[in-house]
């Protein structure tokens, strides 16, 4: 009934427990009773207890909240598990706590609805986050220490959760998350419990933000929260505490946005005062509550510290006839997360996975644990994001080390390091227990390295489930009870298989599927051995078009195995295996982050001769290739030290500083910034033409090379710091540069939007533009519409810039606009970033603004957009130019559309023919 009640209307939750409580001046032998007059310690204040001591004032409380129009009430059981509990040494009570609650709620609930059976009426189980963590340690000495583990955790909810389902509640309320991996128990424990009670109920999630940056306390942004909870069979997910409504609004939006289930809502009663107390009235909560029901964002809808019956029976006006918010489509990527989402869009062809931080592939990293030097290690993983890293591969398997507890240990101080932390985690062992106890230290949604077919389908399934329950993405080796997958047939009929089990038996998500076919060693002088880069790139291909949604990984440095010793030939190697592979799909590798060589840098005669080892295009390529590598070899010992040092310079010579400011931004080098840039300022008449013209080409070049698969997203990072360290170098000039200028132009807001990290396109508008005379505010990245528009309203800004790499990107630039509109604002947008593009701009962004929205190719073009849009009469003008052309990009995208549809449906209907 619940169900089908909520896609009719929204529903109304009932307001704060607490706040009730309060009024009723209930003294400390209220709390005791008669029963618990011995128990040590201060009683007034555990509410929960009142369930047994006091049920009289809960059930009135009930009977409040209902009579004020309340759907849904909730138990009185915030801290009813054994570990809050322990705070009142009443442990072994949690169980008949919960029951009573349960119970007082059903039988209330029960009444209302036999009094008016239209308006059913509903009881939420109300389960806390408890008064522990799961992912911070309580001592700041030991930042590994936790007070109590995901196990106990979870078998303490379990207990509550028990009882209030037997108690009769219509679902389970896990609410105030303020760090996911409790919440991941809490999710666990649940799922538990109504598999062993034999009753499932839906099962509602409510998040509490702690900072006006809208992460949890445990440092995770929503959207990554979103990505950890993925798994679960959820009802809905909400916000509740944290703020009032007002500035839980930006938030909610957020979560309305891209979570794909109902949305709950229960705010605070605005902000607490310096004493502790709320004064927002019920008809001034109303009305800020009224945009979340006008605006489409809210199903279920309460009030959380400082709201009464007051507060709840001023909703029920303006739920009626409201539309209920419709959930957003499920993603169709991989969501990954650490304390950020990691989502693998069109975009990012190929996601590093930094492979340092596993003890049988570093012997440093492997010394360093053995010696218990876990900053120095944990250092390690700290390079590998800088260095471009996507995910942290962990590996403690070694037999001369405690894996399971090295495991927990590190993981442990990696969520105490949020540098290293923002990023997901692959956990990586052979050994089932380690990868267990991985997870239960993990918040974010990681991945699992790996499970496989090989001990046969029985124990494979049982893994996975566990894999599923926990909420993480998998990869699969190409091994089965015959063994490793070593050619194509059979790396195919085990992905194939392993697929089917996934996805019809267990449940799993395509998208959360990662198969590994196999990166074996090349040019090893067998001859069976000859194909297997060809049979893992020809599987990759396969597998990305058969076992749809399905992802391709791989160790690639497996496959270099015979060239250990030659780092050239290996790097060489790896690049020219990659470039094959992810053009057939595969998206996912572990391999060194800083690996320096590229497809485009290897010289002719060496790529011909790996490409036949890697393509199998000669019987005699592996011979061929030993002698390059041994030739190469050779030369380097015959020409000594300081010959090698030349010819690493070689770039150098005879080269223009055009050319060589281009060589150092593609291949990451900051050296000889210095002396270039030095050079470059005698030739060029200032600093920003510098900028705009050799680093501005040098960028370009690199865009180029991403976007034909010959660089990957690590190498592009380290392109953006070597172009901040350009501009550093450059900065001393444009300032002077600037003093001997005009006063300001004008004033810009520059900002990478919600949702997206990256800021080197961005930084570099804001550089041109300063030195254009314009006045730049640099907001940052992950920056929200709600302060995007209202340091836009308090600066007074006559352009606001927004950039993204990424395609979620595009969505929140849409919001950003449309807050703008909503604000009353008429200040001109400028859009840019890899992602976005003058169709985008027209169809989707331009139309849901008044003022002028033009989309910027490049960097070098912002400074002459932004003259004529600060000129009234140009603007004019330059609007009517910008709408005849996006009217006509939207006409032809119109006619494109009708003409794709027609070529779908002849398709379709020649399918159905051939069927």
């Not at 230290?441 to 077919?453: D, E, F, W």
């Not at 494979?460 to 091994?479: C, L, P, Q, S």
């Not at 865009?703 to 001393?732: E, H, I, N, S, Y």
């Not at 992950?782 to 995007?788: E, F």
Request: charged fraction near 25%; proline fraction near 4%.
């Amino acid at each position: 009934m619940l169900q089908e009640l909520i896609q009719k209307r929204i529903l109304v939750l009932d307001g704060a427990m607490g706040t009730m409580i309060q009024q009723y001046n209930l003294s400390e032998e209220d709390f005791r009773g008669e029963r618990f007059k011995e128990i040590p310690g201060q009683m007034r204040g555990n509410n929960d207890m009142l369930c047994l001591t006091r049920p009289d004032v809960v059930e009135e409380i009930h009977r409040k909240y209902l009579e004020a129009g309340a759907d849904i009430i909730e138990t009185n059981t915030f801290n009813a598990t054994s570990v809050s509990m322990a705070d009142y040494h009443m442990q072994p009570y949690c169980r008949e706590i919960n029951l009573a609650a349960a119970r007082l709620a059903r039988k209330i609930a029960d009444e209302y609805t036999a009094m008016n059976p239209e308006k059913p009426r509903f009881v939420a189980g109300a389960v806390g986050p408890t008064n522990k963590t799961c992912s911070m340690s309580p001592d700041v000495n030991n930042p590994a220490f936790r007070a109590l583990t995901f196990d106990e955790l979870e078998e303490a909810y379990s207990e509550q959760m028990e009882a209030l389902l037997e108690g009769g509640v219509d679902t389970l309320l896990i609410e105030t998350i303020f760090d996911t991996l409790n919440a991941k128990a809490a999710i666990c424990a649940a799922e538990k419990s109504m598999e062993k009670m034999g009753r499932k109920v839906p099962l509602m999630l409510s998040v509490t933000v702690s900072d006006v940056a809208g992460r949890t306390l445990s440092g995770q942004t929503l959207e990554a929260f979103l990505a950890s909870v993925q798994h679960a069979d959820i009802f809905s997910v909400g916000l509740n505490c944290s703020f009032g409504a007002k500035q839980l609004k930006p938030f909610l939006e957020q979560l309305a946005r891209r979570a794909p289930y109902y949305i709950s809502a229960y705010p605070n009663a605005g902000l607490p005062n310096s004493m502790g107390l709320y004064d927002q009235s019920p008809e001034e909560m109303a009305a800020e509550v009224k945009e979340y029901i006008d605006e489409g964002l809210v199903n279920i809808i309460g009030g959380c510290c400082g709201t009464t019956e007051a507060y709840i029976a001023r909703y029920q006006e303006l739920i009626k006839g409201a539309r209920p918010h419709c959930p957003a489509a499920p993603s169709e990527n991989l969501w990954l997360s650490g304390l950020e989402l990691m989502e693998f869009t069109p975009e990012i062809n190929f996601v590093n996975v930094g492979e340092r931080c596993n003890v049988a592939g570093s012997r440093k990293f492997l010394r360093l644990i053995n010696e218990k030097k876990y900053e120095e290690a944990l250092t390690i993983a700290r390079q590998q994001v800088e260095d471009g890293a996507l995910v942290i591969d962990v590996n403690m398997d070694d037999g001369l080390l405690d894996a399971v507890q090295e495991m927990t240990v590190f993981l442990n101080l990696i969520a105490s390091e949020p540098d290293i932390a923002r990023v997901p985690v692959m956990i990586d062992s052979s050994k089932w227990e380690v990868i267990e106890a991985g997870l239960k230290c993990v918040q974010g949604k990681c991945i699992v390295n790996s499970i496989s077919l090989k001990e046969g389908e029985e124990l494979f399934v049982e893994h996975a489930r566990k894999v599923k329950r926990y909420g993480t993405a998998v990869i699969v080796m190409a091994f089965d009870e015959r063994g490793q997958a070593d050619t194509y047939e059979r790396k195919i009929e085990i992905c194939s298989r392993a697929y089917r089990i996934l996805t019809e038996k267990v449940g799993f998500r395509p998208q959360d599927i990662i198969f590994d076919p196999n990166v074996l060693a090349v040019a090893t002088g067998i001859e069976e051995h000859n194909n297997y880069a060809v049979d893992f790139i020809k599987a990759t291909g396969w597998i990305r078009r058969n076992l749809l949604g399905a992802h391709v990984s791989g160790g690639v440095s497996n496959l270099s195995f015979s060239f250990r010793g030659n780092n050239y030939i290996r790097e060489a190697m790896h690049a020219v295996f990659l470039y094959h592979a992810i053009r057939e799909g595969m998206d996912m590798g572990i391999v060194n982050p800083a690996a320096s060589v590229l497809y485009t840098d290897i010289p002719a005669d060496v790529l011909e001769r790996i490409e036949d080892v890697v393509l199998n295009r000669r019987s005699d390529a592996a011979e061929r290739l030993i002698e390059v590598a041994e030739q190469l070899k050779a030369d380097k010992e015959s020409k000594g030290a300081g010959a090698a040092a030349t010819s690493h310079l070689s770039w150098r010579e005879g080269t223009t500083v055009e050319e060589r400011l281009q060589y150092a931004l593609v291949k990451g080098l900051g050296d000889y910034l210095d002396e270039d840039l030095h050079e470059a300022l005698e030739r060029y008449p200032n600093a920003v033409s510098i900028i705009e013209g050799p680093l501005m080409a040098g960028m370009n070049h690199v865009g180029d090379l991403f976007g034909a698969g010959k660089m990957f997203l690590p190498q592009v990072v380290k392109t953006a710091r070597t172009m901040k360290k350009a501009v550093a170098v450059l900065q001393p000039y444009i300032e002077a540069e600037k003093e001997e200028g005009k006063a300001s132009a004008g004033k810009v807001l520059l900002a990478t939007v919600k949702g997206d990290v990256h800021d080197i396109g961005k930084n570099i508008v804001g550089v041109v533009m300063a030195c254009n005379g314009y006045e730049i505010i640099d907001l940052g990245v992950m920056v929200p519409a709600d302060r995007i528009v209202e340091t836009a309203i308090r600066e007074k800004v006559d352009i606001v810039g927004l950039s993204g790499l990424i395609t979620p990107s595009l969505e929140e630039m849409v919001h950003v606009v449309t807050e703008m509109e909503r604000a009353g604002l008429d200040i001109p947008v400028l859009i840019g970033g890899a992602t976005t593009s003058k169709l985008h701009t027209a169809l989707k962004i331009a139309p849901v603004y008044h003022a002028p929205v033009v989309y910027m190719k490049d960097a070098s073009q912002n400074a002459h957009v932004a003259a004529r849009l600060m000129n009234p009469d140009l603007r004019a003008v330059f609007a009517d130019e910008l709408d005849r052309e996006y009217h006509e990009l939207r006409e032809k995208n119109a006619v494109r559309k009708v003409q794709t549809v027609s070529m779908e449906e002849a398709r379709k209907n020649r399918l159905n023919l051939w069927d």
